[in-house]
């Protein structure tokens, strides 16, 4: 599967609020790093954190910018939306990310704030 599938399937599951798709896409031993949290290691604790912002109630739309691809790394940015109960529009954010990926998985992602 090519990085651009792949970021496309995960970008799906985000929008439609599925943890546990959205964790398949991880490998078993991935890490995971949003700015500002303490990094997460391995595809059961993403889905499980996962999991957790959702229940939240938080719709996410993450609409994709630039995409560098250089062998099997790839830095994404992004706008990230957050909208709570009743569509309130609660934190949009300037996003990058470095993604690496190997055998249809992403392996590291680690982000970054605008």
Same mark, same amino acid.
């Given at each position: 599967?090519?990085?651009?599938?792949?970021?496309?399937?995960?970008?799906?599951?985000?929008?439609?609020?599925?943890?546990?798709?959205?964790?398949?896409?991880?490998?078993?031993?991935?890490?995971?790093?949003?700015?500002?949290?303490?990094?997460?290691?391995?595809?059961?604790?993403?889905?499980?954190?996962? &999991?957790?912002?959702?229940?939240? #109630?938080?719709? !996410? %739309?993450?609409?994709? /910018?630039? +995409?560098?691809?250089?062998? $099997?790394?790839?830095?994404?940015?992004?706008?990230?939306?957050?909208?709570?109960?009743?569509?309130?529009? &609660?934190?949009?954010?300037?996003? #990058?990310?470095? !993604? %690496?990926?190997?055998? /249809?998985? +992403?392996?590291?992602?680690? $982000?970054?704030?605008?």
């Amino acid at each position: 599967m090519s990085f651009y599938a792949l970021l496309q399937r995960l970008v799906d599951a985000w929008h439609a609020g599925d943890a546990d798709a959205a964790a398949s896409l991880f490998a078993q031993d991935a890490g995971y790093r949003e700015a500002g949290r303490e990094p997460l290691r391995g595809r059961a604790a993403i889905r499980d954190f996962m &999991r957790g912002f959702f229940a939240g #109630g938080s719709a !996410v %739309r993450m609409v994709v /910018g630039d +995409v560098l691809v250089d062998g $099997e790394t790839a830095f994404v940015t992004f706008t990230f939306a957050m909208r709570g109960a009743g569509g309130t529009a &609660r934190q949009t954010m300037e996003m #990058g990310a470095l !993604v %690496r990926f190997g055998d /249809g998985y +992403v392996t590291e992602w680690r $982000e970054y704030r605008a």
